[in-house]
Structure formats: structure tokens, C-alpha cells
């Protein structure tokens, strides 16, 4: 599927939301669409996006459907889709097929390279990855975790409804985690709505407006703290964290050039 979006993003004029679908002969139209981001009519070659998404939302969409084009006109991998799949699976199998082609359209290797030699595997990095891509800095994230060598975890972190299990308690507002995810050979992750300590660097660097890197811990659901280097970034309302796992992680030194 990458090589599929490779190819396809090889002979575009841009990466912008009308070059995108400069090579395939079908045509975009925005409206309204309820729960749904997206769609691709492949009768009428038709690519629907919702009107009503933000805009980083729909240009990943988009790549989403641009997908699905490359996949049905790929005559063998869909015949070894169906050949290792069927039903629910199937689906399954093929949205998430999707999603890595539209990483690989936005977020080429050698982009994803170039900010990584800039800002190692940090906070920052995981800014700069979604301004230049213009995508969700979810998107990025995943992204991002997939072309990390060194034991980090990436969060996107912003105020939202805290969970709580008292009924009849008011649920207030805190600092959460919104999405997680680990280099290859990471095992953990923190789960959405894993509340960030007040002390924690992330909520310190959301409170203060500026970058921050320590030596913290990774803050996970259950309450355990694990040794990691946190280099958190406060864009906005929501806060780029990268956490080195164990003390600083040489390994993360060097990707950074360090």
C-alpha cells in the first residue's frame, strides 16, 4: 500500500487538496455527511469529503479515498486481500490499508526523515510533522511512531471531560491524553482520558505556555510511573509530548544528533 501511494504522490504537481486527486480521473465534491468523513463512489468515480470536518480532517479523508482508488485498481493485492480475509475482517483490514496509504501520501519517508534530523523524536517534532503535512497531529503522531528507532512514546494531550466513576459526581475538566502511540517494539501506550498529573511536565508546559524537557515519567491509567525523558511541546490548547522510556535514552540522543 505505500509503495501503491508512493507511486501515485510521484507524478502529482502537489500535495495540496485539488493536486491530490490530480491522478485519478474522478471528481471531488464537498457536503454535508453526517458521521461520515468520507466517501469514494468508484462507479460514478465520484470522491465525497464532509463539508462540515476541519479541514486537516478532510485532506486526510481524501487520502483516505485516494486509497481506496489505488487499492481497487491493484488487481492483485485486493485478490490477496480476499484471499486472506473475508467479512468484518476484510473491512477492517482494508480501512486500515487505507490509512496507511494516506499517511504515505501526506507524510512521505524523506519529510518524515527531514523533521526527524531537525528535532529528534520529540514534542516538537510531532508539531512540526503536522503544520508541514497539514494534518492532525493524531495522524502525525501514528506516523511519526512508525519511523521512531529509539523506545519513545508520542501523546497528543488537551482539556477535555475527566471520566469519573461516581455517578452522581459532577465530571469536571483536566488535562488528557486524546491519542498514543508507541515506536515499533514499544509495548505500551496510554490510553484516551488518561489524566495528566498537575506536577507532570506536560501539564506544566501547558500551563506555562513553554517547551519543557526532563526527566519525568511516563503517567499511565493505573497510577504506575515509568522512568522517561518527556519532552513536551504546548501548541494551542493541547500539548506534543514525545517520553524517552527509562532515564534519557541514548538511543534518542542520537536520533536527534546529539
Given amino acids: 500500500m505505500r509503495e501503491l501511494a508512493a507511486t501515485y504522490a510521484s507524478g ?15 471528481t471531488l465534491r464537498f457536503l454535508p455527511m453526517g458521521d461520515r468523513d468520507g466517501a469514494y463512489d468508484p462507479e460514478h468515480r465520484v470522491v465525497l469529503i464532509n463539508s462540515r470536518v476541519r479541514p486537516e480532517r478532510q485532506r486526510f479523508t481524501l487520502a483516505h479515498e485516494i486509497s ?30 487505507c490509512n496507511v496509504g494516506a499517511a504515505a501520501l501526506l507524510m512521505p519517508d524523506a ?16 508539531a ?26 508520542y501523546a497528543v494531550c488537551a482539556v477535555s471531560r475527566l471520566d469519573t466513576e ?9 488535562l ?36 519543557l524537557a526532563q526527566e519525568s515519567y511516563v503517567p499511565f491509567r493505573s497510577g504506575r510511573r515509568m522512568p522517561a525523558y518527556v ?3 504546548p501548541e494551542r490548547q493541547r500539548v506534543l509530548v ?9 538511543r534518542a540522543g542520537e536520533e536527534a544528533g546529539e
Avoid at 485486493?78 to 490499508?97: M, P, W
Avoid at 461516581?166 to 483536566?174: F, L, N, T
Avoid at 515499533?184 to 496510554?190: A, F, I, N
Fill in 12 to 26: 502529482l504537481p502537489g500535495l495540496d487538496t485539488h493536486s491530490l486527486l490530480a491522478g485519478l480521473d474522478a
Fill in 68 to 97: 481506496h482508488a489505488l487499492l481497487l485498481g491493484d488487481d492483485d493485492l485486493l485478490s490477496d486481500l480476499h484471499d486472506a480475509y473475508e467479512g468484518e475482517r476484510l473491512e477492517q483490514v482494508i480501512e486500515t490499508l
Fill in 111 to 126: 519529510l518524515i526523515d527531514e523533521v526527524m534530523a531537525r528535532h529528534g523524536p520529540s514534542g516538537q517534532a510531532l
Fill in 128 to 153: 512540526e510533522l503536522a503544520r508541514r503535512a497539514d494534518v492532525s497531529a493524531s495522524s502525525a503522531l501514528y506516523a511519526l511512531a512508525e519511523r521512531t528507532t529509539a523506545p519513545v512514546l
Fill in 166 to 174: 461516581d455517578e452522581e459526581a459532577s465530571p469536571g475538566k483536566g
Fill in 176 to 211: 488528557t491524553v486524546r491519542a498514543s502511540s508507541g515506536a515499533p517494539g514499544v509495548k505500551y501506550s496510554l490510553r484516551p482520558g488518561t489524566p495528566i498529573p498537575d506536577d507532570h511536565p506536560v501539564a506544566v508546559a501547558l500551563a506555562t505556555r513553554l517547551p
Fill in 231 to 233: 519532552d513536551a511541546f
Fill in 242 to 250: 514525545s517520553f524517552a522510556l527509562g532515564q534519557r535514552s541514548e
